[in-house]
C-alpha cells in the first residue's frame, strides 16, 4: 500500500476507483471462470438457461466456489443470463475458509500492486512535466546564448569598425599635420619672397 505522507489523498489519483478496491470491468452475471479442458462445451443435460438454451459447462474461479463445477447460460457477453446450476455439490467448511482466506491474500495482493503501479505512474507523470519543463529552459537558455554570441559579433564587429575608425583618424591627423607644416613652409616662402620684393 502506498502512503500518502506527501500531503496527496488517494481521493486525488486518477484511477481512486482501483485504489478503493472497485473493479470498473463489466461483468458477466456468472461468476468468474477458468477453463477446464475436460469440462467445457455445451451440456447435453436437461437444464436449460433463461433463454431456453442448453447451458455451458463452466469451472468456478472465484471466492469459496473456486473449482466447483457448474452449468451456466451460453451466450455472450450482455446476452448472458444469471442462471447456473451447481455440478459439484457444496465444498467443505474448512476448504471454503482457506479459499476466502486465500483468495482475501490474493485480492490484497493485486490492490498493493494497483496502488503501486498508480504511485509509479504518479511519479514517473510528474518527471515527465519537469522534463518538460526542463526542456523549455533549456530551450530559453539556448536562445539567450544564441542571442548574447550574435552581440558578441555584433560587438566585435563594431570594435573592429572602432579601430577602422581610429586607424583612419590618425590618417587623417598626419596629412592635417603634414598639410599644416607645408602652409607654414608655404607662408616662410611668401614671406621670404615678400621681403625681396621690398628690396
Known amino acids: 500500500m502506498p502512503s500518502w505522507d506527501d500531503g496527496e489523498s488517494s481521493d486525488d489519483n486518477l484511477l481512486s476507483e482501483f485504489a478503493d478496491g472497485h473493479d470498473l470491468s463489466p461483468r458477466p452475471p456468472i461468476p468468474a471462470t477458468i477453463l477446464e479442458p475436460g469440462f467445457t462445451g455445451y451440456d447435453d443435460s436437461d437444464f436449460r438457461c433463461k433463454h431456453d438454451m ?18 451456466g447460460c451460453g451466450c455472450k457477453d450482455d446476452a448472458m443470463c444469471d442462471k447456473i446450476q451447481w455440478v459439484d455439490g457444496p465444498w467443505p467448511v474448512e476448504l471454503r475458509q482457506a479459499l476466502c482466506k486465500l483468495w482475501l491474500q490474493y485480492e490484497h495482493e493485486r490492490d498493493s500492486r494497483i496502488h503501486g503501479n498508480v504511485e509509479y505512474a504518479t511519479k514517473n507523470y510528474q518527471l515527465v512535466l519537469a522534463k518538460r519543463d526542463l526542456e523549455k529552459r533549456n ?10 554570441l550574435e552581440l558578441n559579433e555584433e ?10 575608425v581610429k586607424d583612419e583618424k590618425r590618417k587623417v591627423e598626419f596629412y592635417v ?3 599644416l607644416k607645408l602652409a607654414h613652409d608655404h607662408r616662410a616662402k611668401i614671406k621670404k619672397i615678400a621681403e625681396l620684393c621690398e628690396e
Open 139 to 148: 530551450l530559453g537558455l539556448h536562445k539567450q546564448l544564441g542571442n548574447a
Open 155 to 164: 560587438n566585435k564587429k563594431l570594435e573592429g569598425s572602432v579601430a577602422t
Open 54 to 71: 442448453p447451458m455451458y459447462r463452466y469451472v468456478c474461479y472465484e471466492g469459496e466456489n473456486t473449482g466447483r463445477k457448474f452449468l
Open 177 to 179: 599635420a603634414d598639410l
